[in-house]
């Protein structure tokens, strides 16, 4: 049985009304969720006190040690580099309990302070403060009963064997890695719409594809753009491709919606990533972890629209032909997956 079209169009007012309504009413309620994550970003952050101070020391030697990975991965590693670094990794490396052998963080700093000081060795640099190093490195190693896992890798030609089908698919995906060193030639468009493409099966919530990629070739706006970013120090002259991903904020309906653009910008940047690796492209994932007046800044200089949330910023270009990546070890998969 039908109903009369005076009671159709009635109903269709009715819910055109119910949607504008409860829309109305996700807007209105969107600060309280913003709150909600205000709170628990403060009560669970690094920074915050009510963190316990032993998850604060195991990221903090994380973060450190990886500076110092970094910092010796670069085409031109400066020397006596990151000393301010190395004192902070020393003291936590001091306090940490010895029982915190699977920690990654240990693992980290105390390979990549060996390699440091053999990096300084091979220079034939001789300063008092590497031989302190050498000393406090030997006796922290040994109370901590952990030679050491951190450093960087020498990842060089492969990209000849990801072209020659050598590697399985898990070995292609284990084998990705940051690099920094790049030669000075751009990526041809061509390319880059290839790589970009491929990427493009990333998956995304409702298959909106809300995700959006710029190209930057020009070497001005590059240093502009990375210098904003303030995390490419050691390596930003060699970069002459640059991406920015974003993504669309004119997507997004409901409150509950509201970080979702990091989600799907961050599934198509991880896409990006493993493309540019299958091409035999080098690739640098470039945080942008900003304040609101830093991305209006960011994006005025870049000509990115204000309805656009910057996600992050990936460097790419062929990598030279010795190549020397962070080692970035893992941590055990215990510590990862919880099964229930």
Excluded at 25 to 51: G, M
Excluded at 212 to 220: A, I, S
Excluded at 302 to 325: Q, Y
Aim: net charge positive; hydrophobic share 40%; glycine share 6%.
């Amino acid at each position: 049985m039908e109903l009369p079209i005076k009671q159709v169009r009635f109903l269709q007012t009715f819910e055109r009304l119910y949607l504008k309504l409860r829309q109305s009413l996700d807007l209105l309620l969107l600060p309280f969720d913003s709150l909600y994550d205000l709170v628990c970003f403060y009560l669970h952050c690094r920074l915050s006190p009510f963190t316990p101070k032993s998850v604060k020391e195991t990221y903090d030697l994380i973060f450190f040690s990886h500076s110092l990975e970094k910092g010796l991965s670069l085409p031109e590693t400066r020397p006596l580099f990151g000393k301010n670094n190395i004192s902070r990794i020393l003291h936590l490396l001091r306090i940490s309990e010895p029982d915190t052998v699977r920690n990654v963080g240990v693992q980290m700093a105390i390979g990549s302070i060996k390699e440091y000081l053999d990096f300084h060795q091979k220079l034939g640099v001789s300063d008092q403060f590497l031989i302190d190093l050498e000393s406090e490195i030997n006796s922290v190693s040994s109370r901590h009963k952990v030679s050491g896992n951190g450093g960087t890798k020498d990842v060089s030609n492969l990209e000849l064997k990801i072209r020659d089908g050598v590697l399985k698919y898990e070995e292609f995906l284990l084998s990705r890695y940051s690099c920094r060193n790049f030669q000075k030639k751009l990526v041809p468009q061509e390319l880059v719409t290839k790589i970009i493409h491929t990427a493009q099966q990333a998956p995304s919530q409702c298959n909106r594809q809300s995700a959006r990629v710029h190209l930057y070739q020009e070497k001005d706006k590059i240093a502009q753009l990375l210098t904003l970013q303030g995390g490419s120090r050691g390596f930003a002259d060699d970069v002459m491709n640059l991406l920015v991903i974003s993504d669309d904020l004119n997507s997004w309906v409901a409150r509950g919606e509201r970080n979702q653009c990091y989600v799907d910008g961050g599934l198509f940047a991880m896409a990006i990533l493993y493309s540019c690796h299958a091409y035999g492209i080098g690739s640098c994932p470039l945080n942008f972890s900003k304040t609101g007046r830093k991305e209006h800044e960011f994006k005025k200089v870049a000509d990115i629209p204000s309805h656009e949330r910057v996600v992050m910023l990936i460097a790419i270009g062929f990598p030279t032909n010795k190549v020397v990546a962070a080692r970035s070890i893992r941590s055990p998969l215990d510590q990862v997956l919880k099964i229930h």
